[in-house]
């Protein structure tokens, strides 16, 4: 039985056949079930198939993140993959992990696949010197490559990014316009996104002439899992004496661990500690109280990246650079002026 | 420039070229970078390599998950991915979502992508009737299908599960123990895995010779993200009148939100209402107190469904079924005699 076959038995064209195959939505119900039916009545030759129709070379986008179980990036593949399966394409799913080497190994693997493009998902892939991105200018010398909340100047290079500079700025001035001005801010990524959130909170500082202690910014080195870690982290600080009156921090579980600071240590939030977390997730409803956080339009940014990958990969002109702007959502771990 | 030109240049053999471009980890990092070399001075055709290694239609693993960005199902897939890739495999991943057509679908897609096996991530695959699971067996036919946390019997169809059942059971034993006997089950889903975790609560009920109120059986419809909405529906459970004073629940996502429930009406946790969790997530650490919860080995039970994977794709025989136990671990929501 072959896909001839199948389209003569069911009545159907053999692109319907093919579509039903693909898990395209664009098939009736009816139509799947009847062609599902036969497939299940008489069985079917995927090979046969797939040198027919060339399926197993053809539509396929490798996707590479750091780490699939990360609240951020699993959000993020999700919304790719079911953007990119609507259109069509499967997915093949590598995790790098964050070292540079492994980076570059997962990019090469992929290119080595044939996709037809690659989408580097989470800020993690562009370091700030250019000759440690000379692996992703490889990359698009053989393959579109697509960067979510990342950019890079490089031909065949499309990124889709939040303003984080931007809305991190905007978070840090609405704590210090409404009368703070100890702001812890707590950060644990060195990617081009924590570069630039890093840069935002530097810059609200300067804007309303505000020293930067040098305490003030704390890196945290542990799991991004390690919400306790992040409590320990801060009674830490605490025990040596440094005082800050609220926490802004780069991700939602630093937040969720600054939260937890206060409740062990009998601190009023947000009355005597202000705390603000960045990407909105599912953390910041289940903190109590929850948690005031930056929505990063992360569905959005999803949505777009992938619709620049269909129109160059269908041979459009489309823009290497799209840019969203933030969102401070207000919840109850701040009383800001707005 | 093709892999023989670069395993000459390079001094390594065709063998060692194939795994660094292929991701492996088996290579030394110092030849990884010898090889990564020559190929960013020189460039090279990767159409060329797949045809000369076949690539292309080697070595991918089909993951098929309802949500990629679900916490639980998040996690195994990056445990799966990542012991899959070390055994030299690659992922294509699908989202189906929790229809039932849509996930035959996507297995389809899959099988006629000729993937070496297929990995069905999630007990929700599995239906109480076995018509219904007709497409898994049809799939098994083709291609090895590899079940996480569900379980049938068929010939090609490998499982690696929790026993939920007796969990869910011990789970409920301990709060009948701990002299609580109004205790709420709260679910949402009716997946394999749902079914043996209200199994398991039942007969820990009938065990104690305690009569189960089928109002202290609630099922959750709203969305797997919404804590409020899992709070609000307590809520009105209260104002109907109804009382429990545990919440034993079969997701960590509901915990949070019977956590949530607790808060907003000044009930003491665990004094008023115990609290139990399952899945151990990171929502379990991130609520205040921290939520009682089941660990559901989720690591290992991947680790081994992939050990399966990889011996039946060798041609060893492996055992259909494995089965884990899982853990109660006891944290602030419950005061338990253990």
Request: glycine share 8%.
């Amino acid at each position: 039985m072959n896909i001839y076959d199948i389209s003569k038995q069911a009545g159907v064209s053999i692109a319907t056949v093919s579509r039903v195959l693909n898990g395209s939505p664009n098939v009736k119900p009816s139509t799947r079930r009847k062609v599902m039916d036969i497939i299940d009545q008489y069985g079917y030759t995927p090979n046969a198939f797939a040198r027919g129709l060339g399926l197993d070379t053809m539509n396929s986008i490798g996707i590479i993140c750091a780490d699939s179980s990360d609240l951020y990036l699993s959000k993020a593949i999700y919304y790719i993959e079911g953007n990119l399966r609507k259109n069509g394409y499967n997915c093949i799913l590598t995790c790098s992990g964050y070292n540079h080497d492994d980076k570059e190994a997962a990019l090469a693997m992929m290119i080595n696949r044939r996709v037809d493009a690659v989408i580097l998902v989470g800020s993690n892939y562009i370091e700030a010197d250019d000759e440690t991105n000379r692996y992703i200018m490889n990359a698009a010398a053989q393959s579109p490559v697509f960067l979510l909340n990342a950019s890079m100047d490089c031909p065949n290079v499309f990124c889709a990014t939040c303003d984080d500079f931007k809305a991190m700025q905007d978070a840090a001035l609405a704590l210090i316009d409404s009368g703070i001005t100890d702001i812890l801010y707590l950060y644990n990524s060195h990617s081009y996104s924590g570069r630039r959130k890093l840069g935002g909170y530097r810059s609200a500082c300067e804007i309303r002439k505000l020293d930067i202690a040098q305490d003030l910014m704390q890196f945290y080195e542990g799991s991004h899992e390690d919400i306790d870690g992040v409590c320990r982290f801060l009674c830490g600080l605490r025990a040596q004496g440094l005082v800050f009156r609220a926490v802004l921090a780069s991700e939602d579980m630093l937040a969720a661990g600054a939260v937890k600071y206060a409740k062990k240590n009998g601190i009023a939030i947000p009355d005597e500690l202000s705390v603000i977390g960045y990407n909105n997730s599912l953390l910041t409803t289940c903190s109590d109280p929850e948690i005031t956080s930056v929505d990063n339009k992360l569905e959005a940014l999803c949505f777009q990246l992938v619709r620049t990958c269909i129109g160059v990969l269908n041979g459009e002109k489309m823009p290497p650079k799209i840019i969203y702007s933030g969102e401070l959502v207000h919840k109850g771990t701040t009383r800001l002026v707005h």
